[in-house]
Nanobody
Framework: QEQLAESGGGLAQVGDSLKLTCAAS????VAWFRQVPGKEREFVAG????????LYEDSVKGRFTISRDNAKNLVYLQMDNLNTDDTAVYYC??????????????????WGRGIQVTVSS
């Protein structure tokens, strides 16, 4: 059973940047989701196995960038120009093969434990 590991979260102020990292034992199709208390987990960004295709939720387009280093089995989420609405627990998710667009939580087999990102004004 794959266990993904997120790192890089923490506290930021409006307009700041943070970079999340997801580590896995092999190469998968990967996505980032986020969740706030009382709401469903929502898709944020996804990247194909080879890194040639990316997809973003509308509210993060132009601010977040997903990328990967397959030699290290790492996937990154660069988050720029953060705002308070980005405050959430961020989860890394992975699966073998392709996913539908937009991805849902049901499409992924492996999950990280989540990492808190808090943006203050």
């Amino acid at each position: 059973q794959e266990q993904l590991a997120e790192s890089g979260g923490g506290l930021a102020q409006v307009g700041d940047s943070l970079k999340l990292t997801c580590a896995a034992s092999e190469t998968y199709t990967v996505a980032w989701f986020r969740q706030v208390p009382g709401k469903e987990r929502e898709f944020v960004a996804g990247i194909s196995f080879a890194g040639t295709g990316t997809l973003y939720e509308d509210s993060v387009k132009g601010r977040f960038t997903i990328s990967r280093d397959n030699a290290k089995n790492l996937v990154y989420l660069q988050m720029d120009n953060l705002n308070t609405d980005d405050t959430a627990v961020y989860y890394c998710a992975a699966r073998r093969g392709t996913v539908r667009e937009p991805p849902t939580t049901e499409d992924f087999d492996f999950w990280g434990r989540g990492i808190q990102v808090t943006v203050s004004s």
